[in-house]
């Protein structure tokens, strides 16, 4: 609805560079977001500037090792 384009559009561009910035320095294996429009959307983004996949939409995680 309106409040989820509202929402992405005070996400400046700075605040996903920091995101990805935050994810490449502490050397994050994961990192999860909220399955929002602008979860989804901040999620594709920092997966891009890392290289990185991109799962939506999970409703399961496991770890080994």
Not at 2 to 15: A, E, M, N, Q, W
Not at 28 to 56: D, M, P, W, Y
């Amino acid at each position: 609805g309106k409040s989820i384009r509202v929402i992405s559009r005070l996400l400046p561009r700075k605040s996903k560079r920091a995101i990805a910035q935050a994810a490449s320095d502490y050397d994050f294996n994961i990192l999860l977001l909220g399955s929002t429009r602008a979860g989804k959307e901040i999620a594709a983004i920092v997966a891009q500037r890392l290289s990185s996949g991109c799962i939506t939409d999970a409703i399961d995680i496991r770890t080994q090792g």
